[in-house]
């Protein structure tokens, strides 16, 4: 490919990415891009929807602190001080995806005003917030400028690199939204625009896993688009193709709703871990029976990836039809 090499399309993106990919390849499908380059400027736009989390890095030093809590425990309370405040805000998105597509340029007065930008969003957050914030803001602006000039490797332009980082970087708080305590929308100014999550269903249990289902709609979504680009015809050829028919084990995860308390989004450890674990043991591929030629083997990743996806909707489907009738 011109733009991307085979290896790097098939780059795994979670959460944030996969709807990023997704609004992006749709944007830039209509403005009338070839599948080539839509693909590529899709990818990109994946990677801005996930460099918000970046403040994430922060948590890891909760890890070397000696606070008496388990390392997970630290980890996740560490997370908590800085996690969803500066790096998801619709501002810092909208200034640092023009800014992104200004690095992305040849021209060298654009170059110095998209840094100018992210330096002054470092300057602001200090003013405004102290060091650790204009840290995270600064990790940030490091993270889009990386991708801004990786772009410019693969000959995606200004334009393009702008709208896939207003989109990645913008699309990513709203992802955040039902998951857990909504994200300073419009840091750095001391507005909050919605307080508290949502309460769609009244239910904690179903609170949890609507935002899940609506994750695994935008992974299949994502699926699909790619595959569209990719193979240039109908995704769920495919898909059947490459599906094993042992991801239907996954519906004995149904059963957990009476080995285990009702999860909720504060206690959701157990279920989410339990839910992994036995999507993964099914997809893993055991190599007597699903490997049995080279042709195999080489598509024996995206034959995992599709089962395990499979598995963990399938799951989450029948759970969610055991809660109900419980």
Request: hydrophobic content about 55%; charged content about 10%.
């Amino acid at each position: 490919m011109t733009y991307l090499s085979a290896r790097a399309t098939r780059v795994v993106f979670i959460g944030h990415g996969f709807l990023a990919f997704a609004l992006v390849a749709a944007v830039a499908t209509r403005a009338g891009l070839s599948r080539e380059r839509t693909l590529a400027v899709g990818l990109l736009g994946g990677l801005f929807g996930l460099a918000p989390d970046v403040d994430m890095a922060y948590a890891f030093l909760g890890v070397l602190e000696p606070t008496g809590e388990s390392a997970v425990g630290s980890f996740w309370a560490a997370s908590t001080e800085i996690h969803r405040v500066v790096t998801h805000s619709l501002v810092v998105g909208s200034v640092f995806g023009p800014a992104a597509g200004a690095l992305a340029s040849d021209r060298r007065p654009l170059q110095l005003l998209g840094a100018g930008a992210l330096a002054g969003s470092v300057a602001v957050a200090l003013t405004v917030s102290g060091g650790l914030p204009a840290v995270v803001v600064g990790l940030l602006a490091v993270t889009v400028a990386v991708l801004a000039r990786g772009a410019r490797r693969y000959d995606i332009g200004p334009a393009a690199v702008t709208v896939a980082g207003v989109v990645g970087l913008c699309s990513h708080p709203f992802g955040d939204l039902l998951t857990g305590t909504p994200p300073a929308f419009l840091y750095p100014f001391d507005v909050t625009l919605i307080a508290t999550r949502p309460n769609l269903l009244g239910d904690p249990t179903l609170n949890l896993l609507a935002p899940l289902a609506a994750e695994l709609a935008t992974f299949w979504l994502a699926l699909g688009v790619y595959l569209w680009l990719v193979r240039g015809d109908h995704p769920l050829r495919h898909v059947r193709r490459r599906l094993r028919t042992r991801a239907g084990l996954a519906t004995l995860f149904a059963a957990f709703v009476v080995v285990a308390p009702d999860p909720t989004l504060h206690t959701a450890y157990l279920f989410v871990f339990s839910l992994l674990a036995l999507s993964l043991a099914v997809a893993t591929p055991l190599p007597a029976l699903d490997v049995r030629s080279l042709s195999d083997l080489r598509g024996e990743p995206f034959t995992t990836g599709v089962t395990g996806l499979a598995a963990i909707t399938l799951a989450t489907a029948t759970y969610t039809v055991a809660y109900l009738a419980v």
